[in-house]
T-cell receptor
Framework: DTEVTQTPKHLVMGMTNKKSLKCEQH?????MYWYKQKAKKPPELMFV???????INESVPSRFSPECPNSSLLNLHLHALQPEDSALYLC??????????????FGSGTQLSVL | GEDVEQSLFLSVREGDSSVINCTYT??????LYWYKQEPGAGLQLLTY?????DMKQDQRLTVLLNKKDKHLSLRIADTQTGDSAIYFC?????????FGSGTQLTVLP
């Protein structure tokens, strides 16, 4: 299995809703990432988990809450989002075996719309 | 993406070669990467090059690296309609990737 699977593929939520994005990989990768991507822009790093511990939080607002229950799963909990949070949310994983060669494998993303 | 620059658009005819250029800033990047993103999809790692190399060839893809000028290019030979996508170069200072702004490649019949 060489895939990173994200669910749901599309999500529409109101500003008062609570929802979660899910990501799963079975490649034995020990680093997992959340990126946010606006249309026609490059991905922006949000969070990095290394060995199930949060290692990087790129000053992301607290309405986004990541969780890494185990080495295969990564969640992003959403609460009280704003319309400007509408974007494609990408999950990625990497082996953390090759020194500085961080080959990231991406899921196909969750397209989020906040109304 | 402001530290890694790419031109935004490129159009080529089917069967021609495409050359996508990238200028990066961090000379400490050990590896440099090219990713492809098709509409509605995530990013797919196409190829990467070790910073001590000048060139890497992988089937239709050729990566050239000019470390002195911090210039990276991706050449796609015999470009096909399936190659239409956004192509991102990325540098890797430390363990994190910094992506360029992306080049939208359009392949015309």
């Amino acid at each position: 299995d060489t895939e990173v699977t994200q669910t749901p593929k599309h999500l529409v939520m109101g500003m008062t809703n609570k929802k979660s994005l899910k990501c799963e990989q079975h490649m034995g990768h020990r680093a997992m990432y959340w990126y946010k991507q606006k249309a026609k822009k490059p991905p922006e790093l949000m969070f990095v988990y290394s060995y199930e511990k949060l290692s990087i939080n790129e000053s992301v607002p607290s309405r986004f809450s990541p969780e890494c229950p185990n080495s295969s799963l990564l969640n992003l909990h959403l609460h009280a989002l704003q319309p400007e949070d509408s974007a494609l949310y990408l999950c990625a994983s990497s082996p953390l075996r090759d020194g500085t060669n961080e080959k990231l494998f991406f899921g196909s993303g969750t397209q989020l719309s906040v109304l | 993406g402001e530290d890694v620059e790419q031109s935004l658009f490129l159009s080529v005819r089917e069967g021609d070669s495409s050359v996508i250029n990238c200028t990066y800033t961090d000379s400490s990047s050990t590896y440099l990467y090219w990713y492809k993103q098709e509409p509605g999809a995530g990013l797919q790692l196409l190829t990467y090059i070790f910073s001590n190399m000048d060139m890497k060839q992988d089937q239709r893809l050729t990566v050239l690296l000019n470390k002195k000028d911090k210039h990276l290019s991706l050449r796609i030979a015999d470009t096909q309609t399936g190659d239409s996508a956004i192509y991102f170069c990325a540098e890797s200072p430390g363990r994190q990737l910094t992506f360029g702004s992306g080049t939208q490649l359009t392949v015309l019949p």
